[in-house]
């Protein structure tokens, strides 16, 4: 195969695994970084190293796990290289709140600000499961964790934002 069909093959591997995911890659790095230029910076890096590496991907099955945790690698590539600054979500403009969907229905704000109060450990494992639609296999391997350790996780996150939600809906516990 001549160097050039080689590159035309790597560039259409490339278009039909890889490039159908972009959105749900800055979704996801959004969630992450809370910042579209950073979200589009990492995705950019990430498609760059997943188009350079795309002859390791063994399984087309795992594409989307294998994506995911080169995003969430990028992700922390970026405060390795430098510390960025931070911004209360609560400050955030009008522009800067309609991209994570704001709404004028409370209950969805205040589950918004529950799941952005978690800790990392616990909103990681919820966002992938809830807005990529991971299984917690697929939770495990891209985060590297045991399956065990994923739904604990899961389980922890549900139960702090059921405590945290609860008294804002007007929900007595038992």
């Not at 969805?108 to 800790?119: G, S, T, V």
């Not at 139960?159 to 008294?167: E, I, M």
């Amino acid at each position: 195969m001549s160097e050039a069909s080689a590159s035309d093959a790597a560039t259409l591997r490339f278009e039909r695994l890889v490039a159908p995911w972009r959105d749900d890659l800055y979704r996801y790095a959004f969630w992450l970084c809370r910042d579209p230029s950073l979200a589009d910076d990492v995705v950019q890096e990430a498609m760059l190293r997943a188009f350079k590496s795309l002859g390791s991907l063994k399984d087309e099955a795992v594409v989307k796990t294998w994506l995911l945790t080169i995003v969430r690698r990028e992700h922390a590539r970026v405060y390795e290289r430098k510390r960025l600054d931070t911004r209360d979500i609560d400050d955030l403009s009008a522009a800067e709140a309609a991209l994570i969907a704001s709404s004028e229905d409370t209950d969805i704000e205040d589950m918004r600000k529950a799941i952005f109060q978690l800790d990392e450990e616990y909103r990681e494992p919820l966002v992938l499961q809830v807005l990529m639609g991971l299984t917690t296999a697929e939770i495990a391997e891209a985060l590297e964790l045991k399956q065990g350790a994923v739904l604990t996780r899961l389980h922890r996150a549900r139960k702090k934002l059921v405590d945290r939600v609860s008294p804002a809906l007007g929900i007595v516990k038992e």
